[in-house]
């Protein structure tokens, strides 16, 4: 089982429309997560962390994180186009300060 | 990107010949990490830094060594490349910040490189 699991997509999303992406992640003891944006050819970009459980917002993102479930999610509410890319989710693992990442789910905004 | 760089951004080589690509960071931060992404396989983390001279293996280290005699600068060296070391290699730091969290890891641009 990896470490870190997403939903391997690609998720099209009509402009304007909420897209939802998941993320699991198999260490119970996890206490730190991320969300990174991707555009094609291009570094990945930290968009969101959350630590405690619930709902963390940032303009039109909102993370959720349930550790008693282990997955945390990304919502992106009124999808532009400019959202199009791939989402990576990133989970600290052990007692390092390494992260384990998923393989990422591409989003596509369709206007 | 958080005063990240890496050089060179492209590079194409041979077989068997060696390389090393470089990362320099304005930041301070004393956690230097090198991945490399490849379609399918998303982010694997080859060899990261915690401090000068201080460097650890990850899950794809065979083939790359690292080393860190300043705070600013991680190198990775392939020794003999190959085929199968073609990929976009990104470097990463992280530490602690006034912004961020201590595990909140930013990137650099990136290098492409090619083993023909």
């Known amino acids: 089982q990896k470490e870190v699991e997403q939903n391997s997509g690609p998720l099209s999303v009509p402009e304007g429309a909420i897209a939802s992406l998941n993320c699991t992640y198999s260490?119970?003891?996890?206490?730190?997560f991320f969300w990174y944006r991707q555009y094609s050819g291009k570094s990945p970009e930290l968009i969101m962390s959350?630590?405690?459980?619930g709902d963390k917002e940032d303009g039109r993102f909102t993370a959720q994180l349930n550790k008693a479930s282990q997955y945390v999610s990304l919502l992106i509410r009124d999808s532009q186009p400019s959202d199009s890319a791939t989402y990576l989710c990133?989970?600290?693992?052990?007692?390092?300060?390494?992260?384990?990442f998923g393989a990422g789910t591409t989003v596509t905004v369709r206007a | 990107d958080a005063g990240i760089t890496q050089s060179p951004r492209h590079k194409v080589t041979e077989t068997g010949t060696p390389v090393t690509l470089r990362c320099h960071q304005t930041?301070?931060?004393?956690?230097m990490y090198w991945y490399r992404q490849d379609p399918g396989h998303g982010l694997r983390l080859i060899h990261y830094?915690?401090?000068?001279?201080?460097?650890d293996k990850g899950e794809v280290s065979d083939g790359y060594s690292v080393s860190r005699s300043k705070t600013e600068d991680f190198l990775l060296t392939l020794e003999s490349a190959t085929s199968s070391q073609t990929s976009v290699y990104f470097c990463?730091?992280?530490?602690?910040?006034?912004?961020?969290?201590?595990?909140?890891?930013?990137f650099g641009p990136g290098t492409r490189l090619t083993v023909t």
């Open positions: 990463a730091i992280s530490g602690p910040s006034l912004a961020g969290g201590p595990y909140e890891q930013y």
């Open positions: 260490d119970r003891g996890s206490q730190s």
């Open positions: 959350i630590y405690s459980n």
């Open positions: 990133a989970v600290k693992t052990g007692d390092d300060y390494k992260l384990s």
């Open positions: 930041e301070n931060h004393r956690y």
């Open positions: 830094s915690y401090g000068v001279k201080d460097t």
